[in-house]
């Protein structure tokens, strides 16, 4: 079986950077970790980013422009990226930027051209990597757990299971993971919440370590109110959009009591998806932003059955996870396997997902 150094790319629902890492794999296991690190977006590229993923799938006539920037800042993060780290690898995988997701229209929109990024690049590039599964009538999410399974075989082994990978960026999502047993949905909203209510307060980006959150006090009648959304009880497979949960119920607060209520939704949201499982995990381990929270993460231990514990501890680096997962399911579709399954995103068989576009063509 033939390994490939692969790069991967991807960019968040929180527009918050381009994460980057190369691994070595033949899309079964994992040969090698390379590099990883996250490059940010030029601040109106952001802004853009993010005020269109906020409209909802309207004002499409600015989307071919935001795409050639969401290209372009690839490119120079790509570019440096190879160069650091004196890398030349078989192939790039470009996510691109998600600015609309809607899997009961069966559409799903990543800005971005993997053409011009495979010229720019002179190298291979996969794109594309949700389209063909949501043409197989899958939800287009959540594509990493395959990825999860790889790691739970290569670095955790069989006694810790079952477990839960849980991923906590702008929305969360969770792979249930129990011998050959795969489930996989998006949760409920993760960091985005309460990053953009602290945002609208002009008290910085996000709620750096919980700081703010942790002074403030819980509205139990409107968190109570706001957990009846029914999406939070529908069983997986499913997925979100960021904007498919509103915090609006939080609004009259004051600053810390509506963090506060909002990082408990969160919380609270992520157990009763514990309740959608087959079983319950002995082991949750946290990845992305939100276990750099230590109010949320305490929040989580104090709710779920299973032991919370960051991805960090058990050498499975968070920050780099998902575009280690973009690399290794480019090397699945260039090996001819399958990169999303019934059980992950609804799709009607497991499908091999993304297309190769290859440099001046």
């Keep these: 079986m033939t390994n490939w150094s692969i790069v991967g790319t991807i960019s968040g629902t929180s527009a918050d950077g381009i994460d980057l890492a190369e691994i070595v794999t033949d899309g079964r296991t994992v040969a090698r970790f390379g590099a990883a690190e996250t490059a940010g977006y030029r601040p109106l590229t952001k802004q853009r980013v993010l005020a269109a993923a906020g409209k909802k799938g309207t004002h499409r006539e600015t989307w071919p422009g935001i795409a050639k920037e969401v290209t372009a800042d690839h490119g120079a993060a790509i570019s440096a990226f190879l160069k650091k780290h004196d890398l030349k690898p078989d192939a790039v995988v470009f996510h691109g930027q998600t600015v609309w997701h809607d899997p009961k229209s069966g559409e799903t929109v990543q800005l971005g051209d993997p053409q011009a ?18 043409a197989a009538g899958g939800e287009g999410a959540p594509l990493v757990p395959v990825y999860h399974q790889a790691l739970a075989k290569t670095l955790l082994g069989e006694a810790r299971e079952p477990l ?38 002009g008290a910085g980006d996000y709620d750096a370590g919980g700081e703010i959150s942790a002074r403030g006090k819980v509205n139990e009648e409107r968190l109570t109110e706001a957990l009846k959304h029914p999406f939070l009880s529908e069983p997986g497979p499913k997925s979100l959009d960021r904007y498919s949960f509103s915090g609006d119920f939080a609004e009259g607060l004051n600053l810390e009591d509506g963090a506060a209520t909002l990082l408990t939704f969160t919380a609270e949201a992520i157990a009763k998806a514990e309740a959608l499982l087959p079983r319950m995990p002995r082991l949750w381990l946290v990845c992305g932003g939100g276990r750099l929270n230590p109010v949320l993460m305490r929040a989580l231990a104090d709710r779920l059955t299973g032991t919370v514990q960051s991805a960090d501890e058990f050498k499975i680096d968070g920050d780099a996870l998902e575009a280690q997962a973009m690399a290794f399911l480019g ?5 001819g396997l399958p990169t999303t399954f019934p059980e992950t995103t609804g799709v009607s068989a497991p499908t091999s997902g993304g297309r190769l576009y290859k440099p001046g063509t």
Excluded: K, Q, Y
Aim: proline letters at 5%; hydrophobic letters at 50%.
């Design 331 to 335: 090397a699945r579709l260039m090996a």
């Design 117 to 134: 990024l495979a010229n720019e690049l002179n190298l291979p590039v996969v794109g594309d990597v949700r389209l063909a599964d949501m």
């Design 164 to 201: 839960c990978f849980l991923n906590i960026g702008g929305v969360s999502n969770l792979t249930f993971i129990d011998g050959d047993d795969l489930l996989a949905f998006d949760i409920g909203p993760g960091n985005a919440l309460p990053d953009d209510w602290v945002r609208r307060h």
